[in-house]
């Protein structure tokens, strides 16, 4: 019975999760020296924050957070082997996927501040996009170690949101990690909600000054994935299934 039951959760799963479905790239945006933005041949219904696995024969399948879902955009840093094959794709190129997984965004306030670190940007826009859409007025922080590094400046304002861009190394916006410079955004106005996504120190910083301004945080956080539907454990963190629950976390 247990088993019976067991099963019947796992083909449940294995339908939310859906078959890999092989999708062409139309389009490629080079973002950053190693960012580039793939383009796809596919629209899916999914919240900012879901995310989809992405799989090339002869790889395993890596989970990428959708920058956009009409149509589907992946932004993605080059940091190893399958994220150099993405990055050879060209238009034309076949790659599969599987999703929307996980649980995304939920847009709350009237003003809000996002703080992307690196590629860690990418579903932000896509929340600005909506929020935006509703008439939310967004602040967009992003942050990365150099100036050569910032993305999705233009992205951002073009949606209408305000940008703020911060770098370590001071050489564009102003000095300083994501979370001093967001301590310092949200010392300047009065803000119903902070998001974030990015490495994890940032998002515990992030989380510290939510608590700090009394306001609720949603994060999004990274973990080894590998099914991506609640089955293997992989992705356990602190007794949460992040490719479940996650990868948003809603803090206060
Ligand atoms: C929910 C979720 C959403 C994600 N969304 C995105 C996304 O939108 N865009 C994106 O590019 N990636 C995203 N990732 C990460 C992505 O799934 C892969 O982990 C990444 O592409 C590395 O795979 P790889 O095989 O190229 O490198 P790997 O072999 O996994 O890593 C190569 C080397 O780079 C290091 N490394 C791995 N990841 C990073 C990193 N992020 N920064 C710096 N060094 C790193 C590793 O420690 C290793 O030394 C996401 C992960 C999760 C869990
Ligand atoms: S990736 Fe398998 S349980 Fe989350």
């Given at each position: 019975m247990v088993d019976e039951l067991m099963t019947r959760q796992?083909?449940?799963r294995w339908e939310a999760g859906g078959q890999p479905r092989a999708v062409r790239v139309i389009r490629v945006v080079p973002e950053s020296t190693r960012v580039k933005t793939l383009i796809l041949d596919a629209r899916v219904e999914a919240q900012p924050g879901q995310f989809v696995m992405a799989w090339l024969p002869g790889y395993e399948e890596k989970p990428f957070s959708l920058a956009e879902a009409d149509p589907v955009a992946l932004t993605v840093a080059r940091v190893g082997p399958f994220s150099s094959a993405l990055h050879a794709l060209q238009p034309g190129d076949r790659l599969w996927i599987r999703g929307p997984l996980g649980h995304g965004f939920t847009i709350e306030g009237q003003r809000i501040l996002l703080v992307g670190g690196g590629y860690g940007v990418a579903p932000l826009a896509f929340l600005a996009r909506q929020a935006i859409a509703r008439g939310i007025q967004v602040t967009a922080l992003t942050a990365a170690r150099r100036a050569e590094d910032v993305l999705y400046v233009d992205r951002f304002r073009a949606l209408g949101a305000s940008v703020v861009i911060a770098t370590e190394d001071g050489s564009a916006g102003e000095r300083g990690r994501a979370p001093e410079v967001a301590a310092r955004v949200l010392r300047s106005g009065s803000y119903d909600a902070l998001y974030g996504c990015g490495p994890e120190g940032m998002l515990e910083g992030l989380r510290a000054l939510a608590t700090e301004?009394?306001?609720?945080?949603?994060?999004?956080?990274?973990?080894?994935?590998?099914?991506?539907?609640?089955?293997?454990?992989?992705?356990?963190?602190?007794g949460v299934v992040l490719c479940l629950e996650g990868p948003v976390l809603r803090f206060g």
């Open positions: 796992a083909d449940h301004f009394g306001i609720p945080a949603q994060l999004s956080y990274e973990a080894y994935m590998r099914c991506g539907i609640g089955l293997c454990g992989s992705c356990e963190r602190e």
